[in-house]
């Protein structure tokens, strides 16, 4: 079991950067695959990127490939989402989430395959 904790979502204006932190508690990190979702007021839950448990493989939605970055740091149970040159449709709440086999099973862009779930951290992005 792992539990998860977002942070680092605030208001920037368009072309900014910010950086997303997940803490996740537990001894288990390396046991699962990450992902980053984010959800706008009104809409579904989408994909943003996913890191595979040794952080060499991952993938993007196409609208935040080569502005978004996923990466995990092992040693420090910690999951970051660096995003740059953001826009104001990147607006919505992040969130982050665990799951097992997602890479080998080639569902990690689907939330329902993923176990656990963060509380959420809000980016808004004025134009």
């Known amino acids: 079991q792992v539990q998860l904790v977002e942070s680092g979502g605030e208001l920037v204006q368009a072309g900014d950067s910010l950086r997303l932190s997940c803490a996740a508690s537990?001894?288990?990190?390396?046991?699962?695959?990450m992902g980053w979702f984010r959800q706008a007021s009104g809409k579904e839950r989408e994909f943003v990127a996913f890191?595979?448990?040794?952080?060499?493989?991952?993938y993007y939605a196409d609208s935040v490939k080569g502005r978004f970055t996923i990466s995990r740091e092992n040693a420090k149970n910690t999951l970051y989402l660096q995003m740059n040159n953001l826009k104001p449709e990147d607006t919505a709440v992040y969130y982050c989430?665990?799951?097992?086999?997602?890479?080998?099973?080639?569902?990690?862009?689907?939330?329902?395959?993923?176990?656990?779930w963060g509380q959420g951290t809000q980016v808004t992005v004025s134009s």
């Open positions: 989430a665990a799951g097992r086999q997602l890479l080998e099973s080639g569902t990690y862009y689907s939330p329902r395959e993923y176990g656990y």
């Open positions: 537990g001894r288990t990190f390396t046991s699962y695959s």
């Open positions: 890191i595979s448990w040794s952080g060499g493989t991952t």
